[in-house]
């Protein structure tokens, strides 16, 4: 797995922020921390995200089409919106951006 974030899990990155109505940018490691402390579980923000990606689709809103271009390619081609992503696009997202690991861990019980 590539340690950058690919369009996709840039796209559900944005939509999780969206989703407890914070920005993803300019923040201390601390706010990052509480963010991520504020986050739903993985099934939940996964709902969240096709539900969002749901309604732009029947709104016939897009923003923008995914390009995926790299220099051996003969021709530009350009995937459209999705409509949906998959939990582990937004799994891997949380992983690769850091948010995962600044979860709390539930604790156990005995």
């Known amino acids: 797995m590539s340690k950058y974030l690919t369009s996709k899990e840039n796209l559900a990155l944005d939509l999780i922020f969206h989703s407890v109505g914070a920005s993803r940018y300019n923040r201390t490691m601390e706010g990052y921390a509480a963010i ?4 739903p579980q993985l099934k ?3 709902g969240y995200i096709n ?3 749901k309604r732009c689709a029947d709104a016939g809103y897009t ?3 995914i390009c995926y271009f790299q ?9 459209e919106f999705p409509k949906s992503l998959s939990i582990e ?6 992983v690769k951006s850091g948010m995962r690991a600044l979860r709390p861990r539930k ?3 005995p």
């Open 36 to 39: 991520a402390a504020e986050l």
């Open 44 to 46: 939940v923000l996964h």
């Open 51 to 53: 539900d969002l990606l």
């Open 63 to 65: 923003p923008y089409e």
């Open 71 to 79: 220099k051996r390619d003969r021709h530009i081609w350009y995937e």
């Open 89 to 94: 696009t937004v799994r891997s997202a949380e």
């Open 107 to 109: 604790r156990s019980r």
